[in-house]
């Protein structure tokens, strides 16, 4: 379904279909299991394709079928192809098309981003949807140190690097703790 919309909507770069299970699928997948503690919702923002917001919400019909999934998509034809993905594969997933911002706070156990900003610009979306003890997982390339020292001059909060399966010049950053300096 990725390949056939991202003809008439630009989901995910052209330039990536080719290796688009690697580059996209495990990419997304590796989210699953560097979460640390039980949940039952995700949140999931900026999903574009449903990366890795469906990814996550296929692994969850198996593996945790008491999960939900959010994905909040301020582009509406993006949440119009997320929708007929969770019809179509009978997902636990809803989809709010709106601004991340905006959209009532939503009361995550994770909260997950990826592509969508500086972790600087991350962080006031977590204490907007995130309950208190969960955690928020970023995917994050090159530019991670440099984020988390910017980051770090208006929030207090604590961290886990992994380094990412798929590309080892890359990390997901565990978030917790948020507060604002
Ligand atoms: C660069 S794309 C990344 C999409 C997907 N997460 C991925 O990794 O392929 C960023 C997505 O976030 C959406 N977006 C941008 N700002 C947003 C906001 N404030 N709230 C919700 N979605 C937003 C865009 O429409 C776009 O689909």
């Known amino acids: 379904m990725l390949t056939k919309w ?12 080719p290796d688009i299970w690697a580059r996209h ?4 997948a590796q989210l699953w299991s560097l979460v640390s503690q039980p949940w039952t ?41 997320l ?5 179509d594969l009978d997902l636990n997933a809803k989809v709010l098309a709106g601004r991340a911002e905006s959209v009532e706070p939503l009361s995550a156990d994770v909260l ?16 907007r ?9 970023f995917p994050k390339g090159r530019t991670v140190e440099a984020e988390i020292a910017e980051a770090q001059k208006q929030w207090r909060f604590d961290f886990d690097s992994h380094t990412s399966r798929i590309a080892p010049d890359s990390v997901v950053l565990s ?3 948020v507060s604002r300096v």
């Open 41 to 81: 919702h995700w949140v999931d923002l900026g999903s574009g394709g449903g990366l890795p917001g469906i990814v996550v919400a296929i692994i969850a019909k198996s593996l945790a079928p008491h999960g939900t999934i959010t994905m909040v998509e301020s582009d509406q034809r993006k949440s119009t192809f």
């Open 25 to 28: 699928v495990e990419d997304s």
């Open 129 to 137: 949807h995130l309950k208190p003890t969960g955690e928020a997982i």
């Open 83 to 87: 929708r007929a993905v969770i019809r």
């Open 112 to 127: 997950s981003a990826r592509a969508l900003a500086p972790l600087k610009d991350l962080l006031p979306f977590v204490m």
């Open 6 to 17: 991202n003809t008439s909507i630009n989901l995910v770069s052209v330039s990536t279909l």
């Open 175 to 177: 978030v917790r703790n």
